[in-house]
Every structure is written in C-alpha cells, then in structure tokens.
C-alpha cells in the first residue's frame, strides 16, 4: 500500500523514535539540571504562544472538512478565541471560548 516493506516501515518508526529521544535528552537530559541564561528563558515564554497559533491556522484557513474553503464558523471561532485571549489573558479560555464558538455555529448552521 505505501511501497515500503515492513522492515522499512520499523526502521523509519524506530529512526523517529530515536530522533525524538535526541531530541527532548539534549534539553532536559544535558540542560535539566543547569540555570539557563536569562535570554533564553525570555524566548522561551513565548514558546507556547507561537506554536498554537501556528498549529491552530491551517485548520481556520485550509479546512479538510470543507474541502480547503474557509467558512463562517471557523472564522468565527478563531475571532472568538483571539478575543477572549486577549481580554481574559489566558489560553484555556481562549480554547474553550473558541470550541464553544465553533461547535455552537456548526450546530445552528448545519
């Protein structure tokens, strides 16, 4: 189906497994125990806040569900979630507010 044997198939899943390990060991293995310097520590407050917008995008703008098309619920949605984001100042609420936007235009709109 995929054109790889399964031998392949587990190389690449035990490569990807052995990457993330590598990954995620080169800062909290060699780094756990270590004082970062403040810099660093200043960017890295603004992890979470860059990535869920950047995973939570695609999804607003080039949905599967509608084929790649924008609509209204979703625009919506994330209209609901910036602004309650920004007013309540934090992402939990800005999830659910965004979920509930959603779900709830869905339901009404068909």
């Given amino acids: ?41 200043r960017h890295l407050r603004y992890t ?3 990535i869920l917008p950047a995973m939570i995008a695609p999804l607003v ?9 924008p609509d209204a619920p979703r625009l919506a949605a994330a209209a609901i979630a910036l602004a309650v984001g920004i007013w309540a100042k934090n992402a939990i609420a800005a999830i659910f507010g965004g979920m509930i936007t959603l779900y709830l235009l869905q339901y009404l709109l068909g």
């Fill in 1 to 41: 189906m995929t054109g790889y044997s399964s031998a392949q198939i587990w190389m690449i899943i035990a490569a990807m497994g052995i990457g993330t390990f590598a990954i995620r060991f080169s800062f909290l293995g060699l780094l756990g125990n270590r004082q970062l310097p403040d810099w660093l520590l």
């Fill in 48 to 50: 979470a806040v860059a």
């Fill in 61 to 69: 703008l080039w949905p599967n569900a509608t084929g790649g098309e």
